[in-house]
């Protein structure tokens, strides 16, 4: 079974072509989205009394709330900006709430999963987290540049206590200070971690694991709407998938980065979660038949 540990959060996202407000966010909640195409993940995470019941909803419908406490106040909220290429984002203010004071706490039937996500969180307390688990198959976390600027010497300890690391390119190259891909994939496995997995967005990713280097192509689109939550959509799906199989054979980690960029591409092309809640098992199915035809040769 499968666990995510991350936000659920209500985001405020400009984009060139319209301005959603208090929309349905975070990294466990796009993780745990798309992982439930695969399994239901159970989810550990912090929302305030002012958290929609619509979204709760959402969430009750894919994955096991055991792990989601609602506190006093109000709910982790993030607003952040577009450019007109939608490449580059600007975080125009991160209000923690919530979750400022959150302390986790893995309910009991959690402890034996043996598949465990953990999202951008403060890498200490994933680094502390993922030790309640009994017997860890498989283990992933994630990280992102206000980590890697405040607690540097964290970040590279949680990598020890996990199995493998996604990053996207920008933040590799800001924890590793090296440009070279390969460069920082060395660094981040000579760290402790046996899988890195460099998200380069709509360039797709690559997998490190040894002396393997597996490029996976990103699904070409030509409309791309909203991309926030297409790397934790990616990530879910990753571990989704590994869960499902229950396997962690390099051919299997090889499929699940494949289904990773799948779920990514659909993330992009609507606001929000607004098309992984639309879409069904046989749109995956297409899509990842679509994927086989593009990257054949």
């Known amino acids: 079974m ?31 989205i798309s ?12 929302v305030g009394k002012d958290f929609p019941k619509k979204y709760h909803k959402i969430l009750a419908e894919r994955l096991d709330l055991k ?3 609602i506190k006093d106040g109000k709910t982790f909220r993030y607003s952040g900006s577009y450019d007109n290429t939608l490449s580059l984002r600007t975080t125009l203010r991160t209000d923690l709430n919530v979750l400022k004071n959150f302390k ?3 309910p ?11 999202a951008n969180n403060d890498p200490d307390q994933n680094t502390s987290l993922i030790t309640e688990f009994d ?15 405040t607690k540097r010497a964290s970040v590279v300890k949680m990598f020890k206590s996990v199995d493998a690391v996604v990053i996207n390119d920008e933040e590799a190259k800001l924890l590793t200070k090296e440009f070279n891909l390969i ?3 060395k660094k981040i496995m000579g760290w402790g971690a046996k899988y890195v997995i460099i998200k380069k967005g709509e360039h797709g990713s690559l997998l490190f694991f040894e002396d393997v280097v597996f490029t996976s192509a990103a699904f070409s689109l030509e409309k791309i709407v909203d991309p926030t939550g297409a790397g934790d959509s990616f990530a879910g ?4 998938y590994l869960a499902s199989k229950n396997k962690t054979d390099l051919a299997t980690i090889k499929k699940s980065v494949v289904y990773g960029n799948v779920m990514g591409s659909f993330a992009v092309e609507g606001y929000g979660p607004e098309v992984l809640l639309r879409i069904k098992k046989s749109d995956i199915k297409k899509r990842i038949t679509q994927y086989e035809k593009m990257t054949r040769f």
């Open 2 to 32: 499968l666990t995510i540990f991350g936000s659920t959060a209500l985001d405020t996202i400009r984009t060139p072509t319209k301005v959603l407000k208090d929309v349905l966010g975070g990294a466990a909640t796009f993780a745990g």
């Open 35 to 46: 992982a439930s195409f695969f399994v239901k993940p159970r989810l550990i995470a912090v």
């Open 67 to 69: 792990g989601l406490s």
């Open 104 to 106: 986790p706490v893995v």
């Open 108 to 118: 009991e039937d959690y402890k034996k999963s043996k598949f465990v996500y953990l």
């Open 135 to 149: 017997n860890v198959k498989f283990s992933m976390c994630d990280t992102i540049d206000f980590w890697i600027s």
């Open 183 to 185: 460069k920082c994939a």
């Open 237 to 240: 799906a990753m571990m989704g």
